[in-house]
């Protein structure tokens, strides 16, 4: 389905009522794609599952990994 949306002064666009009802989540992901945007939905709880070390050893934590779902318990606190 494609409809037309029109952008806000502040650059805010509207999500239709029937598209947000289809996904289980609040947020969504949007990626620049050569000349259009994509937007797709995004549930920061799945990421939780997949559970790997996430760091980078110059800038975070002195070199010592971060597990993913404690690192989403960091990033949910500043949402």
Known sequence: MNTIVKAT?????TIPMAWR?????D????DV???HL?????DI???AQEEYTVFDAIRDNNGKGI?????????????
């Open 38 to 42: 994509e937007i797709k939905p995004f």
């Open 27 to 30: 947020r969504f992901l949007i």
């Open 45 to 47: 709880n799945k990421i």
């Open 21 to 25: 009802k289809r996904f289980n989540t």
């Open 33 to 35: 794609k050569d000349s």
């Open 9 to 13: 002064t502040k650059g805010q666009i």
């Open 67 to 79: 597990k993913a779902k404690d690192l989403l318990k960091i990033i949910k606190k500043t949402l």
